[in-house]
């Protein structure tokens, strides 16, 4: 698996993080877009907008891997700035986001 580090963000592909599903290794997606945003499309993540990172990151498991992802990725890379303030570790930034999920692996997902 290819993990790309920016600065103290890590991230990981949509190719990688399709794989991660497809064996079933355990990890638990968060998706920091905003409600209407997650009604029109989503990968099934436990939905916390942005807004909402800093009173619910105790929602978010701290033993698993935890990928964040927003449309394209600048939102989820402000939550994992936000969630290594609170002292979570482990945390990836999904590459691109649901767009690049869309183009990539499927292309079923509406783009907006």
Known sequence: MSIIEMGEIKEITVQDYAQLRKIGA???LIDVREPNEFEFCNLDG???PLRDVNTRFHEIKKDLKIIVHCRSGKRSATAIQILQDQGLENLYNLKGGILAWADEIDSNIPKY
Request: overall charge neutral; charged content about 0%.
């Open 26 to 28: 355990p990890h638990q």
């Open 46 to 48: 436990l939905l916390i």
